[in-house]
């Protein structure tokens, strides 16, 4: 399936390692050219080399922190020095600490909602005015499971990736007569470092593992490449027609109707 992307230009927020890093070598796979974006430069720079060596296509590479402001002028000033105008924009940054409501203090709710849901804000008022210009746009906010159903021991993760999907539905509905779309993903358990993170290092972590794989009806962790191709589809032509919904890959985690 010729998905339509040869050429397009994606910048994918938190893409040195984990689902950013799939996201960004799936678009470059189907021609896109691809700004990968995130804090570590090394790690980025490796990133940056092997997806470009895999599929041969045009990748750069900003290193920018995204949950600051001079961070997303970084980037989206990277991008289009290295490209042009941003046509294709995913939005992915690492997730807040676990925890319940007592472990967390007011200063902690700040980094975690400048994190989440500032930095996709403040992403999308800086490329949208392009995309407008354009009639043509693809923003896809990765979120979480969390956002349906809530995950124990993550209230800031449930609570600003909610705001997200919230801000994703009703900007899908102001911009879709422009010809931009605006979709959420939401990744389950996914074999990332950041499962890895939640589970922990100690004895228990394997437990941890086979406790999620009882709870998942497909019995396993999910792979980043699996919602890498999702991501993809919503950015090409063929998925002109789809926007405002948030959809689960999570191997049937999610237990409601809709």
């Known amino acids: 399936m010729d998905l339509g992307l040869t050429g397009r230009v994606a910048l994918v927020g938190g893409s040195s390692s984990g689902l950013g890093r799939a996201v960004a070598a799936e678009l470059a796979a189907e021609g896109a050219r691809v700004v990968l974006c995130a804090r570590g430069e090394e790690r980025l720079e490796e990133a940056r080399a092997a997806i470009a060596s ?3 296509a045009e990748v750069a590479a900003v290193a920018a922190d995204l949950s600051t402001t001079t961070g997303i002028d970084a980037a989206i000033a990277g991008a289009e020095r290295a490209f042009g105008p941003v046509e294709i924009l995913v939005t992915n940054t690492g997730g807040p600490p676990a ?6 203090d007011l200063e902690t709710w700040r980094a975690a909602e400048r994190l989440l849901l500032e930095s996709v804000v403040e992403m999308v ?10 009639r043509w746009g693809r923003i896809v906010t990765i979120t979480s499971i969390a956002v349906k159903q809530p995950v124990q021991n ?5 609570s600003l990736r909610a705001a997200v999907t919230g801000l994703a539905r009703t900007l899908a509905n102001d911009v879709a007569a422009q010809g931009i779309t605006v979709n959420n993903v939401m990744p389950g358990y996914t074999r990332t470092a950041r499962l890895e993170e939640l589970a922990g290092t100690s004895d ?7 406790h999620w794989n009882r709870e998942i009806p497909m019995g396993r962790i999910g792979e980043p490449r699996e919602l890498a191709a999702l991501v993809a589809f919503l950015a090409s032509e063929r998925a002109s027609y789809i926007t405002g919904s948030s959809i689960a890959v999570d191997g049937g985690w999610i237990r409601s109707l809709l």
């Open 154 to 158: 993550l209230i800031l993760s449930n």
């Open 125 to 134: 008022r800086r490329v949208l005015p392009d995309m407008k210009g354009r």
């Open 99 to 104: 925890g319940s409501f007592e472990t967390h």
């Open 54 to 56: 895999e599929t041969g």
């Open 204 to 210: 228990g972590a394997e437990d941890t593992f086979e």
